[in-house]
C-alpha cells in the first residue's frame, strides 16, 4: 500500500510516495520516491498577489506529471495542499479549480494554523524527552510556523507571514517580524531552557553542511558561524564554489537569519534537525486517518 503528499510551496513544489508498513499493531511509513520542482510561486504571489500564466502552467503541468507518477505507483490515498503563495494570489481558487480539471488532483489552500498542526503530526517529540521543552520552527519560502511544546504538550502555536522569498522580494513587514518575536517572548518566557526542532529545506541543508555526528544537535554558535561564512560568498560562488542549488543559494540566507532571529529571542542554544517537513506530516495524517477508522 502506497500514499502521497503534495506540497505546493512558495518556492519549490514537492511529491512525497511512501510505502505503507504495518506490522506488531503498529503502522508506519518508508518514504519511496520525492521529487521536487523549483517553481517559485511566491515571485508572483507575494510581488503581484497573482500567479501568472506562465506559473499556472508550469504548476498545472507538474501537477499532471504528479498524477502520472502517483498512478504508476498505484498510490491508494493522497492530500495535496497548497501553503503561502498560493493563500496570497487572488486567483489561487481558479488556479485549484483547473488542477482538477487537468490533473485530477484534489488540492487544498490551507491555513498557516493548519500547516504548522501537519508538520508537528509527525510526532518527532515522541522520540525526545518527554520532559522537555520544544520549539518547532519550520521556516518556509513564505512563512514560518511556530509551534511549543511542553512536556510532550501543545502550548502553542502560530504561522508568520515571515519566509525567504518574502525577504527576498522585499515583502517581509516589520509589523510580522514584531508579532512574531512578541509570540515567541510571550510563550517562552516562563521556560528556563527550550530546544528547537527545526524543519525546512534550507535547515535540512545547512544541517548538512555542518556535519554533525551521530544526529547531534545544531547549537546557535555553529549556526551562526555557517552562515557568516555562506554570507561571506557572492550569491554567484555560493553555487560555483560552494556547489549549493540555485534555487537554494540565495534562500539559504535568510533562512539562517530567521533560524538565528527565533534561537536568539527564545534562547534556544540547540537545534535538533529531524529532516521532517510538511509531506512528512501530511503522510502522518492519512495514517492517522486509517488507525481511528
Not at 503581484?48 to 498510490?75: E, G, H, P, W
Not at 518575536?181 to 528556563?192: E, G, H, L, S
Amino acid at each position: 500500500m502506497r500514499y502521497a503528499a503534495i506540497d505546493i510551496g512558495s518556492n519549490a513544489v514537492r511529491l512525497l510516495i511512501a510505502d505503507i508498513i504495518e506490522s506488531n499493531n503498529s503502522v508506519h511509513f518508508k518514504k519511496n520516491t520525492l521529487v521536487r520542482v523549483p517553481l517559485r510561486l511566491g515571485d508572483d504571489a507575494f510581488l503581484d498577489q497573482y500567479l501568472s500564466d506562465k506559473k499556472t502552467n508550469d504548476l498545472i503541468k507538474t501537477m499532471v506529471a504528479f498524477r502520472n507518477l502517483m498512478d504508476v505507483y498505484k498510490v491508494s490515498k493522497y492530500l495535496a495542499f497548497a501553503t503561502s503563495a498560493m493563500r496570497d494570489a487572488a486567483n489561487g481558487p481558479a488556479v485549484v479549480t483547473k488542477i482538477m480539471e487537468e490533473a485530477n488532483i484534489n488540492l487544498e489552500i490551507i491555513t498557516g494554523q493548519k500547516e504548522a498542526s501537519i508538520i508537528y503530526a509527525t510526532h518527532i517529540e515522541q522520540i525526545l524527552d518527554s520532559e522537555k521543552n520544544y520549539l518547532y520552527i519550520d521556516v518556509g519560502g513564505g512563512s514560518t510556523e511556530l509551534s511549543l511544546f511542553s512536556a510532550g504538550n501543545l502550548v502553542a502555536s502560530k504561522s508568520f507571514n515571515i519566509g525567504t522569498i518574502r525577504i527576498l522580494d522585499n515583502k517581509d513587514s516589520e509589523e510580522n517580524w514584531n508579532a512574531m518575536k512578541n509570540f515567541i517572548k510571550d510563550n517562552t518566557r516562563q521556560f528556563k531552557v527550550i530546544l528547537g526542532i527545526g524543519t525546512g529545506g534550507n535547515i535540512n541543508k545547512l544541517y548538512k553542511i555542518a556535519e554533525e555526528p551521530n544526529k547531534a544537535p545544531l547549537t546557535f554558535v555553529k549556526l551562526k558561524s555557517i552562515y557568516n561564512h555562506l554570507n561571506s560568498y557572492s550569491l554567484r560562488d555560493r553555487i560555483n564554489l560552494l556547489g549549493l542549488n540555485q534555487d537554494r543559494a540565495d534562500v539559504i540566507i535568510p533562512a539562517c537569519e530567521i533560524f538565528l532571529t527565533i534561537m536568539r529571542i527564545a534562547n534556544i542554544k540547540n537545534l535538533f534537525v529531524p529532516t521532517y517537513g510538511l509531506v512528512d506530516g501530511m503522510i502522518q495524517s492519512l495514517i492517522e486517518n486509517k488507525i481511528n477508522k
